[in-house]
Nanobody, 116 residues
Framework: QVQLVESGGGLVQAGGSLRLSCVAS????????MGWYRQAPGKPREVVAS???????NYADSGTGRFTIDRDIRNNTVYLQMNSLKPDDTAVYYC??????????WGQGTQVTVSS
């Protein structure tokens, strides 16, 4: 079974940067897409960015121009580089994988807090 472990969250001031990492527990060809979601208190979980097996990327409006998703296939890792962070970016960030035949896998989440 694939497991996802996020890291890289923390406390930063507005305008700062963070780089989140998500490591899959094992190499697999079953993952067809991976992405980052976030959930702020009292708000629904929302997609931030995704990357498909082909390498094609998509970004939510909230992150376009500030966030970059990338991957390291050799190390089974996907990254989210976040620049120009805003207080509204404060949330728990979750790594997500979509697997053919097996559905979704979620990480435990990593807290990102952006102060004013």
């Amino acid at each position: 079974q694939v497991q996802l472990v996020e890291s890289g969250g923390g406390l930063v001031q507005a305008g700062g940067s963070l780089r989140l990492s998500c490591v899959a527990s094992r190499t697999t060809t079953s993952i067809i897409a991976m992405g980052w979601y976030r959930q702020a208190p009292g708000k629904p979980r929302e997609v931030v960015a995704s990357i498909r097996k082909s390498g094609s990327k998509n970004y939510a409006d909230s992150g376009t121009g500030r966030f970059t998703i990338d991957r390291d296939i050799r190390n089974n890792t996907v990254y989210l580089q976040m620049n120009s962070l805003k207080p509204d970016d404060t949330a728990v960030y979750y790594c997500h994988a979509m697997r053919i035949f097996h559905g979704s896998v979620w990480g435990q989440g990593t807290q990102v807090t952006v102060s004013s």
